[in-house]
């Protein structure tokens, strides 16, 4: 969608710090780190939020949760854990109206939140 800075990204017009890519998926470093691992993973179809989701979409979601537990393994936060956000709307901190999750991890993260 035009003037989505995660579609641009995802088009590559805006450059980002890769961590995973598929056919359904990019996932990169947040910009702006809230902890030691922050990662985004951006469904790459255009799609505005949890609200937005379709039927069809179900196995898209999943797949982000598959591919949150690849990178978790990959950038060695498994074993002590981590949390994926999905934030919702004005009230839920949405800033970025492209469905995204972010994958945060590296420190003990506190409940519940702010
Ligand atoms: P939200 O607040 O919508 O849940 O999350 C949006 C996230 O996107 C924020 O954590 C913010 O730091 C990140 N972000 C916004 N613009 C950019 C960008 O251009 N590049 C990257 N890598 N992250 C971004
Ligand atoms: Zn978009």
Same mark, same amino acid.
């Given at each position: 969608?035009?003037?989505? !800075? &995660?579609?641009?990204?995802?088009?590559?017009?805006? +450059?980002?710090?890769?961590?995973?890519?598929?056919?359904? =998926? *990019?996932? &990169?470093?947040? $910009?702006?780190?809230?902890?030691?691992?922050?990662? *985004?993973?951006? +469904?790459?179809?255009? =799609?505005?939020?949890?609200?937005? !989701?379709?039927?069809?979409?179900?196995?898209?979601?999943?797949?982000?949760?598959? =591919?949150?537990?690849?990178?978790?393994?990959?950038?060695? $936060?498994?074993?002590?854990? &981590?949390?994926?956000?999905?934030?919702?709307?004005?009230?839920?901190?949405?800033? =970025?109206?492209?469905?995204? &999750?972010? *994958?945060?991890?590296?420190?003990?993260?506190?409940? +519940?939140?702010?």
């Amino acid at each position: 969608m035009e003037n989505c !800075i &995660f579609c641009k990204i995802i088009k590559g017009e805006i +450059p980002c710090s890769k961590v995973y890519e598929d056919d359904k =998926v *990019l996932a &990169f470093n947040d $910009i702006n780190p809230e902890a030691p691992v922050h990662v *985004l993973i951006v +469904p790459k179809t255009h =799609v505005q939020s949890v609200m937005d !989701i379709n039927a069809d979409d179900c196995q898209l979601i999943s797949h982000v949760f598959y =591919v949150a537990s690849k990178i978790a393994e990959e950038l060695k $936060i498994s074993e002590k854990g &981590f949390r994926i956000v999905n934030n919702v709307g004005e009230n839920g901190g949405q800033t =970025v109206s492209h469905i995204h &999750f972010h *994958l945060l991890g590296g420190r003990l993260l506190q409940w +519940p939140p702010g």
